[in-house]
């Protein structure tokens, strides 16, 4: 159950977008694939005609999300944005997330660095964090 959540967490890396009318912008930026910084995204995605699937959504290893909407997908679990809210320089967000058996709230905290990158943490441990790449296919 702990691997489920963690997926969750890095589905839910993608989702800080600010309320209001930065919202649908945010979001509008945030399309697309996104990859674990130092992962190929070549490994990670593909590109079927006009869509982006992951090469192996079995993989047990959580280096990418795909955003397309309002929709966070992850190897093996789609997550929904509940709440966001900004807080100085990050955002938290609270999703819900599904997989085939488990749903399930959670909440993630990141700070965007550029159209290109952002980094996941948790608030608790704001010097541990994760960063991401956006693949540009």
Request: proline letters at 4%; charged letters at 20%; glycine letters at 8%.
């Amino acid at each position: 159950m702990v691997g489920r959540f963690s997926r969750y967490l890095a589905v839910g890396a993608v989702l800080g977008v600010s309320a209001g009318t930065a919202t649908a912008a945010s979001m509008e930026a945030m399309q697309g694939a996104w990859a674990m910084s130092g992962t190929d995204c070549n490994a990670v995605f593909e590109k079927k005609g006009s869509e982006i699937h992951f090469r192996d959504p079995g993989s047990s290893l959580d280096t990418g999300i795909i955003v397309s909407g309002s929709k966070v997908v992850g190897p093996s679990a789609t997550c929904t944005t509940a709440k966001i809210r900004e807080e100085g320089d990050h955002f938290n967000v609270l999703l819900s997330c599904s997989d085939a058996v488990l749903s399930s709230s959670v909440s993630m905290s990141f700070r965007m660095i550029d159209a290109t990158h952002f980094d996941r943490f948790d608030p608790s441990f704001p010097d541990f964090s994760l960063s991401y790449i956006k693949c540009p296919f």
